[in-house]
Nanobody, 114 residues
C-alpha cells in the first residue's frame, strides 16, 4: 500500500505561481511512476504531468512550458511547480502513484483568479 498526501494548494492571481507537493509513504519502493492529475468542476479528471523513477517527465500540452514536475527521493516527495497560472488551471489537483496498484491522494484545491 502507498499513501499520498498533497499540500500547497491555494488562491493565486492569474500570472502568479504556486508549488504543490505530494508526500508518499508506505511501499514506496514499488512506485514506478508518479503523476499529477487535475479535475475542474464539471469536467473529467485529466493528466497534467508524469515523472518516472528514472526522472523522465511528460506534460499535457496545456501546461508545457509553464509547469514543472520534479521529485526529491530523499524526502519521498513529488512537486508540481506551476508558473504563469491561468484561470483555466483552477481545479483540484491529485497526486497519483503507480506501483503494485494505482494510488491517489485526497487532492488539493488550486484556484486562479482573473
Amino acid at each position: 500500500q502507498v499513501q499520498l498526501v498533497e499540500s500547497g494548494g491555494g488562491l493565486v492571481q492569474a500570472g502568479g505561481s504556486l508549488r504543490i507537493s505530494c508526500v508518499a509513504s508506505g511501499s514506496i519502493s514499488s512506485i514506478t511512476v508518479m503523476a499529477w492529475y487535475r479535475q475542474a468542476p464539471g469536467k473529467q479528471r485529466e493528466l497534467v504531468a508524469t515523472i518516472t523513477r528514472g526522472g523522465s517527465t511528460n506534460y499535457a500540452d496545456s501546461v508545457k512550458g509553464r509547469f514543472t514536475i520534479s521529485r526529491d527521493n530523499a524526502k519521498n516527495t513529488v512537486y508540481l511547480q506551476m508558473n504563469s497560472l491561468k484561470p483555466e488551471d483552477t481545479a483540484i489537483y491529485y497526486c497519483s502513484a503507480v506501483g503494485i496498484g494505482n494510488y491517489w491522494g485526497q487532492g488539493t484545491q488550486v484556484t486562479v483568479s482573473s
